[in-house]
T-cell receptor, first 114, second 116 residues
Framework: EAQVTQNPRYLITVTGKKLTVTCSQNMNHEYMSWYRQDPGLGLRQIYYSMNVEVTDKGDVPEGYKVSRKEKRNFPLILESPSPNQTSLYFC?????????????FGPGTRLTVL | AQTVTQSQPEMSVQEAETVTLSCTYDTSESDYYLFWYKQPPSRQMILVIRQEAYKQQNATENRFSVNFQKAAKSFSLKISDSQLGDAAMYFCAYAAPTSGTYKYIFGTGTRLKVLA
């Protein structure tokens, strides 16, 4: 089944404790992206990647890192999480990164930083 | 800067009736795409409909259609014959070309309630 998977689905952590949210897709997609969703703010793009070793900042990259060492994986790294990074996070992928490609979203990761 | 505005935080519609969700955007680009996404309580993001800016014809997908007014920078979603399963958060989104790919900007969402 074609899908985007994220792990973990739920995470509660404390300020400053490094964490990684994994994202994997099995569709051989070139384009992958991370979003955060906050009430009243909608979804905001954090980082996106057009291909292996090619990443670029979205609208809210501060406090986040990403890497794209393999086409299928695009982990989101929070080196020193803070409470303002408490949010619902979505990973997405699409075939070539053109706007005619459908973006497939993962199920979301609910992160709480205490 | 490109922005997407959804001015209706919440809307209600009676089952089988028609409802229109509003979206306006701001851009200086000529090449762009607009989308409506549905997010049911499961939190899954589902593409409802897509509109290419260069196409004058409004996109339709079964009971979903858009009214795309390029000059007014307006992109509303009409849901006909509303069903209970249409209850969800709806996001308007804009895709802007950048460095060989597209960057996405989402609105703040409209929560749609469907009344039986």
């Amino acid at each position: 089944e074609a899908q985007v998977t994220q792990n973990p689905r739920y995470l509660i952590t404390v300020t400053g404790k490094k964490l990684t949210v994994t994202c994997s897709q099995n569709m051989n997609h070139e384009y992958m992206s991370w979003y955060r969703q906050d009430p009243g703010l909608g979804l905001r793009q954090i980082y996106y990647s057009m291909n292996v070793e090619v990443t670029d900042k979205g609208d809210v990259p501060e406090g986040y890192k990403v890497s794209r060492k393999e086409k299928r994986n695009f982990p989101l790294i929070l080196e020193s999480p803070s409470p303002n990074q408490t949010s619902l996070y979505f990973c997405a992928s699409s075939s070539l990164g053109t706007a005619t490609d459908t973006q497939y979203f993962g199920p979301g990761t609910r992160l709480t930083v205490l | 800067a490109q922005t997407v505005t959804q001015s209706q935080p919440e809307m209600s519609v009676q089952e089988a009736e028609t409802v229109t969700l509003s979206c306006t955007y701001d851009t200086s680009e000529s090449d762009y795409y607009l989308f409506w996404y549905k997010q049911p309580p499961s939190r899954q993001m589902i593409l409802v409909i897509r509109q290419e800016a260069y196409k004058q014809q409004n996109a339709t997908e079964n009971r979903f259609s858009v009214n795309f007014q390029k000059a007014a920078k307006s992109f509303s979603l009409k849901i006909s014959d509303s069903q209970l399963g249409d209850a969800a958060m709806y996001f308007c989104a804009y895709a802007a070309p950048t460095s060989g790919t597209y960057k996405y900007i989402f609105g703040t969402g409209t929560r749609l309630k469907v009344l039986a």
